[in-house]
């Protein structure tokens, strides 16, 4: 299926309250795919640049998943990358089952800037000999390797954890906020500063914790289109980083400095510890919109009904006139009423959710 670019008009409206403090705000985003997947799913290298070109980003970017080897689609990868003039930025795709030291050094020596190892869709673990070959090359050129860490997949921590202490010149990059291991994984990272962790993820509150638990110089920002969009994705994690208070210089180091300084090949910055949750609001009325919310996304992936569940939605949007989460409520119900936008035509559900679980951050410019 080819997918339609988010409509910016219905989305800027939600992100240009989270901007307006942040004049010149350099975007980078960490996780975006082009080429034709073997599910069908197809992002051209022109649907992704006028999709960036909307917050303004640049990106990393690696082939969609295809069978019988990564050959064709990371050499197409490495020549959109050269033909965007550092717009995009390739990284090679690799299956450990299928030589990837052959194919690793290849794209290498074309140009790749990094790895991409998508478990679920190779079918392997990270014990795979074929991995550590794949931290090998990383290791020798001073590469990140971005894997998936969302859904489909067994815990992988223990193993990330090894490979970063056996590769320490590969930065690893655990994406989709590393749902796989997000409940422990934060408090095993003392010693292990070459990993990072992208926000291409929809789940406020998976969010919520990252930025809570992790510090913020190990968080880079991702979109993961076309299954994701970039300025959706940029309003989920800002709210989110504002939520548990991340400041001006910790925000735009997630937002793309971070990893423009690792794709240079400059160290890392240390920008404080995590700020723990403390600060985060709850009201037990929108926790009850938060988890209707929660059961329309999960019906609307399953290719259910969503009328019942988002009459409970409703009902839960209507608190009386001079109850302190009004406003709150009647943005939710602005968000729920965009039209069918974005991947899968649920950025207004996304939006929704996550302005009930960051109650505290702006919805409107001030004035």
């Not at 059961?295 to 569940?309: I, K």
Request: charged share 20%.
């Amino acid at each position: 299926m080819s997918i339609a670019p988010a409509s910016t008009p219905g989305l800027e409206r939600w992100l240009a309250p989270l901007v307006e403090d942040l004049p010149d705000l350099a975007v980078v985003d960490a996780h975006t795919h082009i080429g034709t997947d073997s599910d069908g799913t197809v992002c051209e290298p022109e649907y992704l640049t006028a999709s960036l070109d909307l917050l303004g980003a640049r990106a990393v970017t690696f082939p969609l998943h295809v069978e019988g080897g990564y050959r064709r689609a990371n050499d197409a990868v490495l020549a959109a990358g050269a033909a965007s003039s550092e717009h995009l930025v390739p990284f090679c795709r690799l299956d450990p089952n299928a030589d990837p030291l052959s194919e690793g050094r290849h794209a290498i020596a074309a140009g790749a800037r990094g790895i991409k190892l998508h478990p679920r869709a190779e079918g392997f673990t990270l014990a795979h000999p074929g991995v550590a070959d794949a931290f090998s090359l990383a290791n020798e050129h001073r590469l990140p390797v971005l894997i998936h860490a969302g859904l489909g997949i067994d815990s992988l921590g223990a193993d990330v954890l090894r490979l970063a202490d056996d590769h320490p010149h590969a930065t690893v990059i655990l994406a989709h906020a590393a749902i796989t291991d997000l409940a422990w994984i934060a408090d095993a990272l003392d010693g292990h500063r070459n990993i990072l962790f992208d926000t291409a993820w929809w789940n406020p509150v998976d969010l919520l914790a990252l930025f809570a638990h992790v510090p913020s110089g190990r968080i880079i920002f991702g979109s993961d289109t076309p299954y994701g969009d970039p300025t959706l994705n940029a309003v989920i994690t800002l709210r989110c980083a504002l939520a548990v208070g991340l400041n001006e210089d910790q925000i735009r180091a997630v937002m793309g400095g971070q990893l423009e300084r690792l794709l240079d090949g400059g160290c890392l910055l240390d920008l404080g510890p995590a700020p723990g949750s403390a600060g985060l609001e709850r009201d037990v009325l929108l926790d009850r919109v938060t988890t209707y919310i929660a059961v329309v996304w999960g019906s609307a992936l399953a290719g259910g009904s969503l009328e019942d569940p988002l009459a409970l939605v409703r009902m839960a949007l209507a608190v009386g006139r001079r109850h302190a989460s009004r406003e709150i409520c009647d943005a939710i119900g602005e968000a729920l009423a965009l039209p069918p936008i974005g991947p899968q035509g649920l950025a207004g559900l996304a939006i929704a959710a996550t302005i009930a679980a960051t109650p505290k951050v702006p919805i409107d410019l001030p004035g």
